[in-house]
């Protein structure tokens, strides 16, 4: 059996309640210290749940404007490109290029220089 202590009326029987009891606190079971802890460890587990998440949906935001960016510089590569193609389809610019690189004069023409 326990030994039982008398503070202001109440029969306490532990030590550390009589000491709560004393200060004006009220004592706490065993339960219900046992539920504040699970409670406890609950709340800190989904805080850490929540920041996991929104840590990886700043990752990925992140991930996608980079992945935005890299699209819209191929992008304008790839309307350059376009470009030049169209331009090197040109009569004049097939014209151009042949004088240059290969010589070619047109019939009658005389070549000053070179």
Do not use: C, W
Not at 63 to 83: T, V
Request: net charge positive; no cysteine.
């Amino acid at each position: 059996m326990r030994d039982t202590v008398t503070k202001k009326g109440k029969n306490v029987y532990d030590i550390s309640e009589a000491a709560s009891v004393a200060r004006g606190k009220k004592a706490v079971s065993h339960s219900a210290r046992k539920k504040r802890r699970i409670a406890f460890v609950v709340i800190v587990g989904l805080i850490a749940l929540l920041a996991g998440s929104v840590y990886h949906n700043i990752s990925l935001k992140n991930e996608l404007k980079a992945q935005r960016e890299i699209y819209e510089k191929q992008l304008k590569q790839q309307r350059e490109l376009k470009n030049t193609i169209e331009k090197m389809k040109s009569k004049e610019y097939i014209e151009e290029m042949a004088r240059k690189k290969l010589k070619y004069i047109k019939p009658g023409e005389k070549v000053y220089g070179d």
